[in-house]
């Protein structure tokens, strides 16, 4: 496990937390970009990101970036964005080996934090505008990536199922936002993003490595403290959506082989520990009671699941069936979470739903990733719980609670992708 965790806080609105463990042979870094998600701004910040860790002004081309990064032995630079509850959240990932693993001594981890800051504060730009043919090939990647999110039709129901969910919430838009605002971007406008987003954005920054980096705090401060007119307007990182007052039902055909249907619960119960527990027990495991009852002994499905998003605090349950099956399962699913809502709940189910968080607690720290994605999730909390503490809140919870965590379920949306018959192609048509 961790052998040191500290975070720092540069300012009310940036903050460096450093994560050492000796096992690693690489230095990671992270820094993530949070702002509440918006549909205006989604897709130009996205794009921004995907830029400004391509190239910048010293490396003005992504070959010449890359060339750069095979030097320093591999380095990696890259971003990702993601939404947590109503924030999108841009990432900038760097890694490298650790310097005593260099062969001639070089100091590789500080040309990579170099190259960076360079990426974020000095980009590949000028008058204003990202470079030209840079931005139209990142924007076309972009296009791409929001036209795949529908032919990952899993990923696409649940996306759906957001979108009625959460109503006039943040939290309903994609992360990467639309087609039409992706389409329409130009490179003077996405580098306007760019600088409101640091100018606006909360800022943690993550380092992981086998050892201590001392200068780094302050090499981070001294950055930020130049972007210039930062104003940071203060926003929630957990913020709960309110029940429906009767569940919504949206029905969607598309041409595909396989059903998929979704289901959407609120609660309000004060305890996460329970609703995560009660989530696990009722589809988080091959011992659950939908994976056990509703797949394995009624067979209505390919995979049937639950799954709790705690910043909005809705859990939701999606399976893939057929469209002869799509009533009895809804009734299915409400059934095993009736069952648990009137005790149905077996000493050996609380044990298996345990033993997976126990195994789940147990990664952590596996990966450098899996270090920043514990603690920056105590951080969103306000708590600086251990994955062992974090266990031992778990193993606290009882049978009541569970109970107590199942009944104030809310049924709030379903999402059904219906199979659409596809038309034939007639005989000498392409």
């Known amino acids: ?60 081309t992504n070959a010449a970036m890359n060339q750069k990064l095979h030097l320093l032995y591999g380095a990696d630079l890259s971003c990702t964005i993601s939404k947590q509850g109503d924030l999108q959240i841009i990432t900038l990932r760097a890694s490298a080996i650790a310097d005593r693993y260099a062969l001639n001594g070089e100091k590789v981890f500080d040309e990579l ?7 974020l504060l000095a980009p590949n730009a000028e008058n204003g505008a990202f470079d030209e043919t840079e931005f139209r090939i990142k924007q076309s ?32 838009h994609s992360c990467y936002g639309t087609r039409e605002k992706a389409a329409s971007l ?17 800022i943690e920054v993550f380092f992981v490595g086998p050892e201590s980096q001392p200068t780094l705090p302050g090499k981070f401060q001294d950055a930020f403290s130049a972007i210039p007119n930062r104003s940071v307007p203060d926003f929630p990182f957990l913020s709960p959506s309110p029940a429906k007052p009767e569940p919504v ?41 939908l994976f056990a009852n509703v ?23 999606d399976c893939g069936i057929e469209t002869e099956n799509i009533e009895t399962t809804r009734n299915a699913i409400q059934q095993q979470l009736d069952s648990i809502c009137s005790g149905d709940i077996s000493d050996e189910e609380i044990r298996n739903a345990l033993m997976s968080i126990h195994n789940t607690m147990r990664s952590i720290g596996d990966t450098a990733s899996s270090y920043i994605t514990w603690y ?26 569970i109970i107590a965590a199942a009944k104030s379920m809310q049924l709030d949306t379903i999402y059904i992708m219906e199979c659409k018959e596809q038309e034939e192609t007639p005989h000498g048509d392409n």
């Open 1 to 60: 496990m961790t052998t040191s965790y500290h975070r720092i806080p540069l300012s009310e609105s940036i903050g460096f937390t450093e994560i050492l463990d000796p096992k690693f042979k690489t230095n990671a870094l992270r820094i993530q970009l949070i702002q509440p998600l918006s549909p205006e701004t989604a897709s130009a910040c996205a794009l921004a990101a995907d830029l400004a860790t391509s190239s910048s002004k010293a490396y003005p």
């Open 113 to 119: 934090v170099d190259i960076l800051m360079g990426c």
């Open 141 to 172: 990647n972009l296009l791409d990536c929001i036209d795949a999110e529908i032919n990952e039709k899993r990923k696409y129901a649940l996306q759906q199922t957001y979108n009625t969910a959460y109503t006039n919430e943040p939290a309903a």
């Open 186 to 202: 130009t490179s003077s406008g996405v580098y306007q993003a760019f600088q409101k987003l640091l100018q606006q954005a909360k």
């Open 249 to 289: 039902t949206v029905r969607e055909a598309l041409p595909v082989n396989q059903c998929k249907m979704v289901m959407a619960w609120k609660t309000a119960y004060p305890s996460r520990y329970a609703v995560k527990l009660m989530a696990v027990l009722l589809g988080g495991t091959p011992s659950s009671k």
């Open 295 to 317: 797949r394995e002994k009624m067979s209505l499905c390919y995979y049937c699941a639950a799954n709790y998003n705690e910043a909005k605090q809705t859990m939701f349950v």
């Open 376 to 401: 920056f999730g105590q951080f969103c909390r306000g708590t600086k719980l251990t994955p062992t503490e974090e266990e031992e809140q778990y193993q606290k919870v009882t049978k009541e609670e």
